[in-house]
Each structure stands twice: as structure tokens, then as C-alpha cells.
């Protein structure tokens, strides 16, 4: 006889992972109420789901800043999604901030780069998977475009284009 999956149990995924009722409930019927086999499949799911709109044209956004502590480095990310409506939300801009926390950190060179980089936050998850995991959620297709890092003594910016 399946597992009965609890109201409760979907509603701890869903505030683990932004899922939808409905995929929050498929992913913990699919891992047998597993809660880390859900959120894997429920990852799984939104990057396959942001790779079918990676070709959707992404004009809105934000400028998304990191300021570290001491005000010695700084990072500045444009991100871009489809609408403005997703520009204002919490899980956009969030990612955003994330972003420009990696490139304060990591000094990429270029986008390219960026996104083949461990997370700071978690060395198994690339800033590519991160992005995908948000565009899946959200459900638009999300473009790190360009960046710049400053920090005190540098001698010059990089502004690294998508190249």
C-alpha cells in the first residue's frame, strides 16, 4: 500500500523548494514521502523545465548588488527573465543577490565562467544549475547577462561581456 502524503509534508517541500502543490505532491508520491528524493527530483524537474525555455527572449530584470562587509569589494550582476512580474519576485531577486555575492567572491572572468563555477553556498550545485533551478520555479527563462567587481587597490574593473 503508497505512503498517504500529508498536507503538511507537501507544505514543508514547498517552502523548501517554491514547488507547486501539485508537483510538491507528485515529487514526494515519485520518492515514496522521501523528503530529499523530492527535492532532487523537484531540481531535476525545474532545470529540465527552464532548458525548454532557455531559446524565450529575457529583456526585464534587475541590477543586482553585493556589498562585502568592510565595503573593500563590490559586485554588481544584471539578471534578466521574460517579465517585469518576475523581476519582483522574491525568488529572482534573491538568485540576483546570490550572484553578485559569487562573483564578489570567486572573481570570475567572464559569464561563461560564472556559470561553471561551484556555488559558494554549496559546492555540488553549479551557478548554471542554480539559475535553471530558479528559471524552473519561476517559469521563465533567466539569463545572468553581465557583471562588474571592483575592489579597493584593483587596477581595473572587469565588465566581462556573455563571451
Not at 508520491?29 to 527572449?57: F, L, N, P
Not at 529583456?59 to 527573465?81: F, M, P, R
Not at 567572464?110 to 561551484?118: H, Y
Request: hydrophobic content about 45%; aromatic content about 4%.
Amino acid at each position: 500500500m503508497p505512503k498517504v502524503i500529508s498536507m503538511d509534508l507537501i507544505k514543508q517541500l514547498r517552502e523548501k523548494t517554491s514547488a507547486g502543490v501539485m508537483d510538491a505532491k507528485k515529487a514526494l508520491e515519485e520518492s515514496k514521502g522521501d523528503m530529499a528524493k523530492a527535492e532532487a527530483w523537484i531540481k531535476a524537474k525545474g532545470i529540465m523545465r527552464a532548458e525548454k525555455k532557455a531559446d524565450r527572449e529575457a529583456k526585464q530584470g534587475v541590477i543586482a548588488s553585493y556589498v562585502h562587509q568592510g565595503s573593500q569589494v563590490v559586485a554588481l550582476v544584471e539578471l534578466n527573465c521574460e517579465t517585469d512580474f518576475v523581476a519582483r519576485t522574491d525568488a529572482f531577486i534573491n538568485l540576483g543577490k546570490e550572484v553578485a555575492m559569487q562573483v564578489a567572491s570567486m572573481k570570475p572572468a567572464t559569464v561563461a565562467e560564472l556559470l561553471e563555477q561551484p556555488y559558494i553556498r554549496d559546492a555540488k550545485t553549479t551557478i548554471k544549475d542554480l539559475v535553471k533551478t530558479v528559471a524552473g520555479t519561476v517559469g521563465e527563462n533567466v539569463v545572468v547577462t553581465r557583471f562588474v567587481r571592483m575592489a579597493v587597490g584593483e587596477t581595473a574593473a572587469q565588465a566581462p561581456s556573455k563571451e
